[in-house]
């Protein structure tokens, strides 16, 4: 017998955590400033009864939430499937009613309700409170169980469907461009592009004075004691010169960066004021999502690159290293 969506759900996260300790609040347990942190089992059971018991004022369903829309951001399904993972369990119940009352498919409505709840999911991305989010779900999978008996008998079920319970980075690229006046996008050669790129970036760099730190993180790279985004970015991206160039030597541009600031620069940066972020955060309608650390929050540095479309470029340690000695006469 095949498993059912439910239960490929729950396996599925088990293989990607395991038995290791799980970090909700900035993804990474070794970055976030919260030291206690659970194995993926013990935390599986802490949002389950959160969620039933209170949803709408959970830190840690609003850290979840939060959680799900940068993993989203980055093109990932994990913490969406961790959200399912944490729902699905009071499906189960139902779906077997449902499919014993109105001799329907127990797979087909489980399907439905996973759906449906990924729909609401998509849909309510801006304009809905994050602690709203989970709720919405769950009544979005109880509808569509119920849709999916009563389509098949004219009988009903007793009761509603209703649920239960109730700027500095930003001007970067434009002063790369003023600072020469070859356009990168109309190189034909694609490797010459690239190292055009990284030059332009490492002269930046030694510009801002801050090259000095770069330096280490270069480092780093070249003892292999660094990893992470540098191989996945030469897989995803087809880099023309990586058969010539160490590969593990590519790195993010972002990689330079911290991965969250507090609330507070962020705002800074999109020019609003913190208590102004707050309330857009409240309602729902900050332009991209934040992750929960205790009682203050934390903005990815990728997400708020995102938002103001500031390519995060894959670069070489040669070509950074080469446009800061050029930037810096000719002196290393």
Not at 128 to 157: I, Q
Request: charge should be negative; aromatic fraction near 8%; proline fraction near 4%.
């Amino acid at each position: 017998m095949m498993p059912d969506v439910f239960d490929q759900i729950e396996w599925n996260v088990r293989e990607i955590f395991g038995e290791d300790p799980i970090c909700v609040h900035v993804g990474n347990v070794k970055e976030c400033d919260i030291k206690r942190h659970y194995a993926y089992s013990k935390f599986r059971a802490e949002a389950i009864a959160s969620g039933v018991r209170s949803a709408p004022s959970s830190r840690l369903w609003e850290s979840l939430i939060a959680m799900g829309r940068l993993c989203d951001l980055k093109g990932g399904d994990t913490w969406r499937l961790v959200i399912l993972d944490c729902i699905v369990p009071c499906f189960r119940s139902l779906s077997s009613r449902i499919s014993r009352d109105f001799q329907v498919e127990r797979d087909e409505i489980r399907s439905g309700m996973v759906e449906a709840a990924l729909e609401v999911w998509a849909d309510t991305v801006m304009g809905v409170p994050p602690c709203s989010v989970r709720d919405r779900m769950v009544k979005a999978a109880f509808e569509s169980a119920f849709r999916r008996g009563n389509a098949s008998s004219p009988e009903t079920l007793t009761g509603d469907a209703e649920v239960i319970f109730s700027s500095e980075v930003a001007d970067q690229d434009s002063a790369l461009r003023a600072a020469s006046i070859i356009d990168v996008n109309g190189i034909r050669d694609a490797a010459v592009a690239e190292q055009i790129r990284g030059e332009r970036f490492g002269a930046l760099l030694q510009g801002l004075d801050c090259f000095d730190s770069v330096r280490g993180f270069h480092d780093e790279l070249r003892n292999g004691r660094r990893s992470g985004s540098i191989s996945q970015a030469v897989k995803t991206s087809g880099l023309p010169r990586s058969g010539i160039s160490n590969p593990n030597l590519y790195y993010y541009a972002s990689d330079l960066y911290p991965s969250f600031i507090g609330l507070r620069e962020a705002a800074g940066v999109i020019g609003i004021a913190e208590s102004a972020a707050h309330r857009l955060i409240r309602a729902g309608q900050f332009p991209f999502p934040v992750a929960r650390v205790g009682r203050s929050y934390r903005v990815s540095v990728r997400a708020l690159m995102h938002f103001k479309d500031i390519p995060d470029t894959i670069v070489h340690v040669d070509d950074i290293e080469n446009g800061a000695f050029h930037a810096n006469g000719g002196v290393r």
